[in-house]
Each structure stands twice: as C-alpha cells, then as structure tokens.
C-alpha cells in the first residue's frame, strides 16, 4: 500500500513539473506549436489532482486497515479510533497535513483549469504559477515529509493513537476549513501575479478572481472560528482565544485577505490603489505559507504546533523564492499599475477604505510582531520572552475599535465626497441608538472609569449598536425607496434590494454578524470563576447559580475510560439542568483529557446569554477529591451566532445580481438620494 | 464604665477583623492579578492561574510559590523577578517595558503613527493634484457616454 501512495506521489511531481515547465515555456515563445505544448501542460495539471487524491485515498485507506508498517499511521492512528478520526488522521500530522495541502490545491487548480475558457491566457498563466506552488509541495512530500514512509522494525501491534485533544468531532471539519482558506488565497495570489505579469489590461482580472477570494475568506473564517470554538469546548480553560503562535498564523492572512476584500473595490470602481492591491494579495498569500512554516518548523512554541522538523529550511526557502519573484514582476511592471483617478474628498467612501486597510495591516503587523518578538529577543538578547494576551489586547483592541466605527461609518459615505447634510441624515437614528446602548449599558452597572477592560466594553457595544443599526437603516431606507415605486411591502422590497447589487448587501449582512461578535466578546470581562473540591452534595455558587454535586460515575470503551461528575444547577432554588462535565483517559496514547461541559442561558436570559461551563479537573492527589471547576461566561454564544450570521452573509453575496432594468423614459427624480450608491 | 469598655472592645474587634478582611481580599486581588501575569511553564502555553492540568508538575508549584511570596507583602516586582530568576523571563506572560523590551510595546504605536501620518500625508496630495470639473458646454458625446459608463460602474445600479 505504500509503494502505491510512494509511486503516486512522484507521478504527481513529476505531472506538476510537466505543468509548471511546459505552461511556461508555451508562455514565453508563443506560437502554433506553444498552443499544443499549453494544452498538454494543462491537462497535466488537471492529472495532478487524480494522482495526489489517489495518494490521499491510498493513506485514508491505510489508516482504515491499521496499516502500521507506514509510520504516519502509526503515529496518528490505532485500532480502536472511531471511524470519523481514522478519516480525520489524513490532516492529523506533519506529513498528512502536507499531502492535504497539495490535494486542495490540486482540487482548486482543477477547477481554475477546467474554467480556462473564461480568459484562456489569464487562465495560463495563473496555472502555471499554481503548478509551481504544487511543485514545491510534491517536492517537500517526495522529499522531506513523506507520508508513506515505512516503520524499520517488527511491526508493532498498535499505534499510537490520536492526539487525544484532537479527539472531538469539530476537528474532523476544522483543518479541512482552514486549509481550504489557506490554499484558496494561492488562485487569487496566481491571478495577480499572473495579471502583472502579462500587464492584463483593466480591472477583470479582480472580476475573475472576486468570488474566488470572497469563497477562500468565508472557508478561512470558518476554520478560524471552528478554531475558536474547538479551544472553548475542549481545552477546558474557558476562553476561546489566548493569541497562540497558531491561532496568529490562521488569523494573519485572515486580516490582510478582509484588507484586500475590501480595498479592491476602490480599484473595481476607480481604477486606485492598484499597487496596494497587488502587494496587499501578494503578502496574504505569503502569510499563508508563513503561517504554514510557523506551524512545522518549530521556530516559536505552541500547544497546537505540529513537532519540531528540519521542513522550516524548505519553507523560508520557498518564501524568498516568493518574494523575488513578486518583487522582480513588480519592479519591471509596475508602471502598469498606474491609478487612474486621485482622492478628491477626505469624507468619502474612498479614504475610508484606505484608513480600514492602515487598520487591518497595523492589526497584521502587530500580530506579526507579537508572534516574531520572542525570535528577535532571542537573537539581540540572547533569551526568549513570552508575548500572551495582555500585549496583543493592548494594541488590538483599540484598533478594533477604529475598525468598528469604520465598518459603521464607511458603508454610509458616498463616493467620491460626501456632504454633512448627507452624513446627519444617514447618521442620526443609528447613533442615537448607539447613545442608548451606552446609557443602558452604564445604567446596568458597567463603570468604565475602575477599569480599563470596562471602558473598552462600552465602547464596543456602542460602536456594535452603531454598526447593526447603520446596516438596519440602510436596508430599510432602500427597501422603502423601492416599496415606493413597485408597490410592494417593505421586507420583499429589501429582498429585491439585496438582488440588485449582492456584494453591497451581502457585505452589509457580514458586517452585522460582526458586529454580534464583537457583542459576544465584550462580554469577557465579566466573566466568573469558581473552584472547589466537591464531594457528594457539595454546593458551589457562582453569579445566581448554585451547583450542587449529585454523584460520580465512570464508563470504559476500547477507545478510552472516562469519569463523569453529575452536577445539578439550580437558579433561584429552581433547578434548570445537569451537567456532565468529564475527564477521559486515552489508552493508545496513554494521555488524559478533560471535557468541558456548556450550557448556554437562552431560556433564562436570552439577549444577555451566559455559557456556564464546567470542567472536571480531576482528583487532588493530596486529598483524595474531585475538582470542578466552573466558569460563567456572558455573551460568548453570540459569537457562534455571530459568525453564522458573516458566512450567511458572504454565501448571499456570492449570488449574482438580478439583471438591470431598462428605463426607456426619463426617470423625475425630485431630490438626490444616497441609496444605492455603490458598495 | 464597663459596658463603655465592652462596646470599645467590640468596636476595635469589628475594625480588626475588617481590616483583616480587607487584607485578605487584597490578597487575593494581587494573587489573581499577578497570576495573570505568569505563565505555566509545563509547555501548555497557558496562564498560570488557568493551567487546568490536575497534577501539573509546574503549576500546583507556583501558585503556591506565588501564594507565599504575596504573604510575605513583597512587592509585585519582587515577586515578579523571583519568579524571573527561578523560571526564566519566559515565565512573564508578557514583555517588560524596559531595556529592549521596550521595543515590543513601542513598535506597533510607531507603526500606527506612521501610518497615519502617511495616509494623512497621501490623501492631501492627493485631493490637492485633483483636475478641476470642466464645463459640460464642452463635453462631447463620446465623453459623455464615458462618463456614464464609469458612473455605472461605480453605482452598480
């Protein structure tokens, strides 16, 4: 079995450099011949994706048969792992993951290739320098990763097991999110580059290339909050994020992928900030694969990082590679990249969307510093520091905050220059609301004068309120405005509304489901705590809960043995539930795990949720007793809602938009109105 | 006389088992407070007082190194750098801000700064260099439609 994935694996190399060689040289010396050569390199491309999925299926299948003469298998597998995880060990390891990587892009270049019709020459050259990232991949899994390497040795009986905090159904989908975030920003990366390179003439490129970023940036946002929510349910510390090297790597393209959505809007509409765009694609593909060798190379510690292998070298290899390449096409082309229109009002749509773009850099920047510090300080001071939370949330919460007002701000400013009447009107209602908020907020205990934390929760629920509201009036107003002239009642009319231009509206949608993120991480300050040895009967209290220890119990399976403790929650003396937070042990890989228990407070609070979550710690070897501990978390639920709510949004935006009607008698438009204005 | 004494007696118990309250509350703020400025060294990557791991070889350790050194009322330094000593600058969840340490907390304003005043910068000379609207008496009709076009693209509607 592994001879067959080895073969497959070289095949595929060996079609990728056929395609990467053959592209290129069809490229550079045009002419009848070329066109053929083009073709085969193509379609070599395309084979590329059969025989990396054969060598997928090949290690899936091994996985499947307890193959444990291949030690990949070995090492992430064993008998008694349920079915989903044995699936799952294909993105579980070093190796795996890497082969995963290439079977995406492989399945991305398969489309790109089959679409070639679309613009044949843009098209080539795009596959080209996807060959050539496939390429680098082929050669680090023939070469210094090999998946299908044999165990030296009797065959041992078992393996040693899956990593037990990857033992839990959102991994299963989450890697597959990620990476499929991770690749996706190769295409876009392949058309600007490959735009630059042929100097393409106009903006079509970016049409081409549109939904291709907005599906990569939606798949990315999901792994990341898959990410997210796998932390708060299985690591048992009662956050959700903790600024991990890991957690950085997945949110650094994130950052400059949504600067990108949003900047090359000013270059679909005004033909400005080409060069920006260029480097802005260029440096989230980039950060992409930084964060890949972040992962795998072992330069910065990490509970999610892969061990530590000499596969960093190849990395930063292929980054300056990169970065040669992009510079070079830049320098010797970057006349092409002339703006065609300048700046004509600091009020306007244009100068928000570059402040947001300073922002979401200064945002990357700072996590790119945070994460690479320890590194310098080990190199100019010859000792590592620690750089957690309490640096990054100085710096980025602020910044959020500017965000936030942005995303209530920019979408409400015209074109070009708006004027103050315009912007009072747009902006009345929404900031009263805003005011409200902040009155409600201070009226219910909120002192953002004893701290600092507290201050900054107001802020973002005034600001979130501002964002949700701006986004209600817009649908509202232009839902009015063609309710006026079809004669239909308001909520078919936003519907028609979103028809007529998706991206704007859709966007409006994500940046509602922000703004309910950002609702459901102020919360964090008010979170609770509690710690207790509890034995039967036991009571603990924690806000208006009381939790009360019922019992013990214990369960065994081939997989692992776990302890449940049975706690009662009363509120008001009323109970509401049990909860069973538990702890296994994992026998293959000998490892012990806890697993938290949440229940969210909808039926008792709705608006203002909590998640009271629970983790068995364990026995105290001291006394003998079990420990609970008990967090009580408000908000947090919005997140999850928040988060389905920005991928409810990007799926609508993806839509195409309903055909424009044709006016054939000259409209009376009685005032100018700011509806509809663009996106 | 003797019920004066009594209430006097009462009156200081109540202010010394308030004070001795107090102090106990303000310990544990500081204990909280400086937990969370600690890292667990056991490799989770995890604050110090949210290491969850029962057994923790490193974990139960320390907070029981910290709970001593805050009854000791040593200073927050102080307690701080004896942990730096024993574990090393990595048990410090974050950098200092002296020496070159400072670096990490100064960077990213410097950053932002720069950006600002770059983009301040840019768009002046920007709106400044924009050409004046010409007068529409001299708009052919090819420039007209050009205009149109462009104004499509920019409203999408």
Request: with cysteine; charged share 15%; glycine share 8%.
């Amino acid at each position: 079995m592994s001879q067959l994935g080895s073969y497959a694996l070289l095949l595929a190399l060996a079609l990728s450099a056929y395609s990467f060689i053959g592209g290129l040289a069809a490229l550079v010396w045009p002419g009848a011949q070329s066109e053929r050569l083009g073709e085969t390199a193509r379609r070599a491309g395309i084979a590329v994706f059969a025989v990396v999925f054969l060598a997928a299926l090949v290690l899936v299948a091994a996985a499947f048969a307890d193959d444990f003469s291949i030690a990949y298998i070995f090492h992430h597998s064993n008998r008694d792992l349920p079915a989903p995880y044995k699936f799952a060990t294909l993105w579980s390891g070093q190796e795996g993951s890497l082969l995963f990587w290439s079977l995406l892009l492989s399945s991305y270049g398969l489309i790109l290739r089959l679409r070639h019709r679309t613009d044949t020459r843009l098209f080539a050259y795009a596959s080209v320098i996807i060959a050539a990232v496939q390429v680098f991949f082929l050669l680090l899994l023939n070469f210094a990763a090999h998946p299908f390497a044999v165990m030296q040795g009797s065959l041992p009986p078992d393996g040693n097991g899956l990593n037990p905090l990857l033992q839990y159904p959102e991994m299963v989908i989450h890697p597959p999110m990620l990476y499929l975030g991770y690749v996706g920003f190769t295409i876009p990366f392949a058309f600007a580059l490959g735009a630059l390179i042929m100097k393409y003439p106009g903006e079509k490129w970016i049409h081409i290339t549109r939904r291709w970023t907005m599906v990569t940036w939606m798949f990315l946002t999901c792994g990341i909050f898959l990410g997210a929510h796998w932390a708060y349910s299985v690591l048992g510390w009662g956050g959700y994020w903790g600024w991990d090297p890991v957690e950085n790597a997945s949110f650094m393209p994130w950052l400059t992928g949504t600067a990108f959505l949003h900047s090359v809007m000013m270059q679909e509409k005004r033909g400005m900030l080409k060069v920006w765009n260029m480097w802005l694609i260029f440096a989230t593909f980039g950060l992409s694969i930084f964060g890949t060798f972040l992962t795998r190379s072992g330069v910065v510690s990490s509970v999610h990082a892969f061990a530590q292998s000499s596969i960093g070298d190849w990395f930063v290899g292929f980054l300056l590679v990169i970065l040669a390449v992009c510079l070079y096409f830049y320098i010797v082309n970057r006349h092409h990249l002339r703006s065609e229109h300048r700046l004509e009002s600091l009020v306007s749509r244009e100068s928000s969307f570059l402040f947001n773009n300073l922002l979401f850099v200064l945002f990357c920047f700072t996590v790119l510093w945070g994460t690479l510090f320890p590194i310098l300080s080990e190199w100019v001071q010859g000792k590592k520091v620690t750089v957690g939370p309490p640096f990054y949330n100085k710096v980025t919460i602020p910044v959020t905050l500017l965000l936030l007002l942005l995303t209530a701000t920019g979408p409400l400013l015209a074109w070009r220059k708006t004027s103050l009447e315009s912007l009072k009107r747009n902006f009345l209602w929404p900031f009263l609301g805003a005011i409200a908020v902040g009155v409600a907020m201070l009226v219910f205990g909120v002192r953002p004068w004893t701290d600092i934390s507290y201050f900054y929760a107001l802020m973002a629920g005034m600001l979130a309120t501002l964002v949700a509201l701006t986004v209600i009036s817009e649908f509202v107003r232009g839902g009015r405005v063609i309710a006026r002239h079809t004669g239909q009642s308001l909520l078919p009319s936003m519907l028609h509304l979103w028809h007529r231009n998706t991206r704007r509206y859709g966007g409006y949608i994500v940046h509602f489901g922000v703004a309910i993120v950002v609702i459901g991480i102020l919360g964090t300050p008010f979170n609770q705590e509690a710690e207790k040895e509890m034995g039967y009967g036991d009571k603990v209290s924690l806000g208006p809960y009381t939790l009360v220890c019922r019992s013990y119990t214990q369960e065994d399976n081939p997989n692992y043995g776990n302890e449940w403790a049975i706690i009662d929650v009363f509120r008001g003396g009323k109970q509401i539930t049990t909860m069973y937070p538990e702890r296994r042990f994992y026998k293959a890989s000998q490892q012990t795990q806890t697993v938290p228990r949440i229940h969210a407070t909808v039926r008792e609070d709705l608006f203002l949720v909590k998640d009271l979550y629970l983790v068995y710690e364990g026995i105290n070897p001291d006394t003998g007793r079990p420990i609970i501990k008990a967090h009580l978390n408000p908000m947090v639920p919005w997140i999850w809602i928040g988060v389905l709510v920005m991928i409810f949004g990007t799926i609508t935006a993806l839509f195409a938009n309903a055909a424009p009607v044709r006016v054939t008698v000259p409209a009376r438009v009685p005032e100018p109105a700011t509806v509809g204005a663009g996106d | 006389m003797r019920g004066f004494s009594q209430n006097r007696w009462s009156l200081a118990g109540l202010v010394v088992l308030t004070a001795l309250l107090a102090m106990g509350a303000g310990d544990d703020a500081r204990f909280n407070n400086l937990g969370h400025k600690l890292m667990c060294v056991c490799g989770c990557n995890q604050v110090l007082l949210e290491c969850n791991h029962v057994g923790c070889a490193y974990s139960d350790r320390m907070r029981g190194e910290l709970a001593a050194g805050v009854e000791r009322s040593e200073s927050d330094d102080l307690t701080l750098q004896t942990f730096v000593q024993k574990y090393g600058p990595t048990v410090l969840i974050a950098p200092t801000s002296t020496g070159f340490n400072r670096v990490a907390w100064v960077v990213p304003y410097f950053a932002l700064a720069l950006g600002v005043i770059s983009l301040v910068v840019l768009a002046r000379n920007w709106s400044h260099r924009t050409q004046p609207v010409s007068n529409s008496a001299s708009q052919t009709p090819d420039m007209l439609d050009a205009y149109r076009r462009q104004a499509r693209k920019e409203t999408e509607l």
